[in-house]
């Protein structure tokens, strides 16, 4: 799952395995989450979102799962491919009106 | 429809010393957030302009300043740069106020020695 700080969470998975990117986020009146996808020497790519009042939403072989009860946000990636290797980042926007970060997971996708 | 494009692409300055970065929305976007990313703070918020009104501000110190002009564009400066100041500073837009959904450039690489 994703911490603040300096170290960066990896997950390492074998390509056409699903993955999962948890990410606990912090404010429990955040409204609105998000997924990013950063590959090197990018900007973050948006992937998928989802309001508060909606526990699951499904895109292009993406799904986002939200728990609330336990602020609880995770990205699932179905058929896991070598493009998909990059770091991931969930934001929540909560009363402050900005996104705020999460401190990103790197993916790395194996043969 | 043509990305948010940010200019430029690396700057290299010393202590002391200011910059000013670019950032050219997508078309029709008329908010445009500043983030800051370092590998060991990962993505700060800077602030965000709508309609050439700052919104909200992160936690930076005086020195980091914005501007959003009537175009949309935005401009960031930072004066007297410290080393601590290297990092990534991304641009992002969106097409309304409520700040989500950003779409982000590629960023400009500064590095400050």
């Known amino acids: 799952g994703e911490s603040v700080g300096l170290h960066l969470p990896t997950l390492s998975v074998q390509e056409g395995d699903n993955s999962i990117i948890n990410c606990a986020y912090s404010?429990?009146?955040?409204?609105?989450f998000i997924w990013y996808k950063q590959e090197s020497g990018k900007g973050p790519q948006f992937i998928i979102d989802?309001?508060?009042?909606?526990d699951k939403r499904q895109g292009q072989r993406v799904t986002v799962l939200l728990n609330k009860t336990v602020k609880h946000l995770s990205l699932q990636i179905a058929a896991t491919q070598p493009g998909d290797s990059a770091v991931y980042f969930c934001?929540?926007?909560?009363?402050?009106?900005?996104?705020?970060f999460g401190a990103g997971t790197q993916v790395v996708v194996t043969p | 429809k043509a990305g948010v494009t940010q200019t430029p692409r690396y700057l290299i300055k010393t202590r002391g010393q200011q910059v000013t970065l670019s950032c050219s929305p997508i078309?029709?976007?008329?908010?445009v957030s500043w983030y800051q990313q370092t590998p060991g703070q990962g993505l700060q918020f800077l602030f965000e302009?709508?309609?050439?009104?700052?919104?909200n501000k992160g936690n930076f110190p005086g020195r980091f300043s914005g501007r959003q002009f009537s175009n949309s564009r935005s401009e960031m400066n930072v004066s007297t740069l410290e080393l601590g100041d290297s990092a990534l500073y991304l641009c992002?837009?969106?097409?309304?106020?409520?700040?989500?959904?950003?779409?982000f450039g590629s960023g400009t690489q500064l590095s400050v020695l």
């Open positions: 992002a837009s969106s097409e309304a106020a409520e700040n989500e959904k950003l779409f």
């Open positions: 404010n429990s009146a955040s409204d609105y």
């Open positions: 989802i309001r508060s009042n909606m």
């Open positions: 934001a929540e926007k909560g009363s402050w009106g900005k996104l705020q």
């Open positions: 078309s029709g976007h008329r908010s």
């Open positions: 302009y709508f309609s050439e009104t700052q919104r």
